[in-house]
């Protein structure tokens, strides 16, 4: 069982910038691909970014291209940059581990294990 921890959220004026960190319980962390969601209050679950493996492939979704950095140690950790923060990227962020594929995709069906969540609010 892979117990995930999130921290860094906060409030944030718009433009502003916050990394959040997730770090994994599990010593094989390195065999995991890693992802990041987001939640606004009365919408679903949304992909926020993902990382492989070994730190490739990365991927972003589309609104956040250019403001988003996600990257990973080898020990335990995964973290997303976000800048330029906007109002509309105020959610709950997630973020998840699986390796069921090969490959981590932007399906939250593919992820095995969850943090808690930490909130992101951003002013305008």
């Known amino acids: 069982q892979v117990q995930l921890v999130e921290t860094g959220g906060g409030l944030v004026q718009a433009g502003g910038s916050l990394r959040l960190s997730c770090t994994a319980s599990?010593?094989?962390?390195?065999?995991?691909?890693m992802g990041w969601f987001r939640q606004a209050p009365g919408k679903e679950r949304e992909f926020v970014a993902y990382?492989?493996?070994?730190?490739?492939?990365t991927k972003w979704r589309d609104s956040v291209k250019g403001r988003i950095g996600i990257s990973r140690d080898y020990a335990s950790s995964v973290f997303l940059e976000l800048d330029t923060l906007k109002p509309d990227d105020t959610a709950v962020y997630y973020c998840?581990?699986?390796?069921?594929?090969?490959?981590?995709?932007?399906?939250?069906?593919?992820?095995?294990?969850w943090g808690q969540g930490t909130q992101v609010t951003v002013s305008s």
């Open positions: 998840a581990a699986g390796r069921t594929l090969g490959m981590p995709t932007m399906d939250p069906d593919d992820y095995d294990y």
């Open positions: 599990e010593r094989t962390f390195g065999t995991y691909y």
């Open positions: 990382i492989g493996r070994n730190g490739a492939p």
